[in-house]
């Protein structure tokens, strides 16, 4: 990606037309279905490396829950939609496969050890090159939601001009993935509550995310385990502010800005942008926006402010989901004449590779 003439490389796999989606997340675009299919994929664990995993879980008090998680089988994000279809794994049969890859990686780094093929065990098992990164049939492919979310915001003597407040998170050390770095936020894992069947599609997530992570709806966090309540995101026990977002068609505005496989970790990425453009939000329900426990520290950044923004794409502290998130965030904003927004200007920019490694 190109943020005003600066390159940012990320570990993110993508195509031209991953990158410039414009979907609206709507029932009539966004189509995933379940598959309830049995694939055939090698899920034999390390278990020197799982135990180590464990144990670090416990001693660092990361929530680690064996709820279900949507694998990706395929996907077609042809015609302005959003298709394909998933199917379930147990949370920690990824836990203890796949997502042991981006932990092999960095202690592989951190040694001084050449990233190639006989050097790091599980990436040769799991994903030795870029072939299986996109063969979903044959591998755990679990992954995420997460959005830039942007709130537009009245003049403010003191802050200035109306613009839009967007949302930035500090993971904390208590989530297992990205923990201690910066992500847009919401981000979850795409994953069901209640109904495997009825939860597949981007939006479910991105809307019980948002009540989980920034309006205080602990019943509808993951970690927690399964609610007891049958219909969890029945509007009758909505959050105050998203229930005023859902009472009226356009104010609450999502879209996917992007798609693409992290090569580090294997996930797949849905990245997202979520934007209320009603400045009465922000006057009834600006109080009440509080990250919950997976966040250490939340940053507010005004679409007004295009130094501070370009600021904050340069920080090294960005997981790469984050940042691939983040930078089609604000590219899908540019594309708006709104004079709330001084944005930097971002392009998409592609290299070619011929392996995942």
Known sequence: MVCDGSDFLTSIVTRPEWVDLGCPVA???DLLTLDERELSTARDVDTKRAVHRLAEVAA?????TNAPLYRLQDVDLT???ISGSVGLIPFVEYALTADLLEGELLDAISAGQPIRPGRVSLRDKYLPDLAAVL????RVCAGGVLALCAIARPADPYRGPADFALLVQERSGSVLNASGQLAVIPKGFHQPLKEPRAETRIGATLRRELEA???GRAEVDS????????APMHRTRLSEPMRWLSDEPGRLRMESTGFGFNLVSGNYEFASLIVIEDEEFWRRYGGAVEANWETSGLRLYSTQDRDLLKQLVADESWSNEGLFALLQGIRRLGESDDTRLDLPTVEAAFTKSASGR
């Open 223 to 230: 970690t927690a385990g399964e609610p007891r309540v049958a």
């Open 27 to 29: 029932p009539d675009r």
């Open 79 to 81: 015609n302005a939609s």
């Open 213 to 215: 992570e920034l309006f």
């Open 135 to 138: 063969d979903l049939p044959e």
């Open 60 to 64: 660092l008090d990361v929530r680690l």
